[in-house]
């Protein structure tokens, strides 16, 4: 991809979560955890899929997972800083602590094969990289459609949104769009 040029891709469905705390959304098991972000960002997830007028889950090959956090999964990991501090460290919460959590437990509920990005940046700072990655996945071929995902903490509620995107033609240009990941942050906060 040219320095500068648009990505080649549409969104074709938003979904959004908010809790004051995304342990809310948690539906750690026994056998199984992730960092309450996670789960935040899963049921964003779950809502663009069901707001999409594609069927993901009917080809998830093709789907890929970009998801953007400056905090990701902090929470996880000062839980896991403090057990190790009294010389316990659980191995569920310590893969669960993982920034990479984030993008791949979408993949793992629904079964998503292509291809998957954390960016551990805040989003406003990281969402031109999202885009030029999803850009090349979809006009190379290595996915369908690319789920794009941002979690954000605004007046101290956690917000979670995702976008489910799909390559445009020729002179197409999702980046307005994708501002929509973003809320209500200020335009002078947002990259130029």
């Avoid at 199984?32 to 789960?39: G, I, L, T």
């Avoid at 964003?44 to 007028?53: M, W, Y």
């Avoid at 501090?85 to 990479?100: D, E, I, K, T, Y």
């Avoid at 956690?158 to 200020?186: I, K, S, W, Y």
């Amino acid at each position: 991809m040219r320095p500068g040029a648009p990505p080649a891709l549409a969104v074709a469905a938003l979904g959004v979560a908010r809790a004051a705390n995304p342990a809310e959304y948690a539906r750690n098991a026994p056998s199984f955890f992730a960092d309450p972000v996670a789960w935040l960002v899963a049921a964003a997830v779950e809502r663009a899929l069901e707001a999409s007028p594609d069927d993901l889950t009917a080809q998830p090959d093709h789907v890929g997972v970009v998801a953007l956090s400056g905090d990701c999964s902090a929470i996880t990991m000062a839980a896991v800083a403090a057990s190790a501090s009294r010389g316990m460290v659980s191995p569920l919460r310590f893969a669960g602590s993982n920034p990479g959590v984030l993008a791949g437990l979408p993949c793992i509920r629904w079964k998503f094969r292509g291809p998957t990005l954390t960016l551990s940046m805040p989003p406003e700072h990281g969402l031109p990289a999202a885009a030029v990655a999803a850009s090349a996945w979809l006009r190379g071929g290595q996915a369908r459609h690319v789920l794009i995902a941002t979690h954000l903490v605004e007046d101290g509620v956690h917000v979670a949104r995702c976008a489910v995107t799909r390559a445009t033609g020729p002179g197409g240009d999702g980046r307005q769009e994708l501002d929509l990941l973003l809320g209500d942050r200020p335009a002078a906060a947002r990259p130029a």
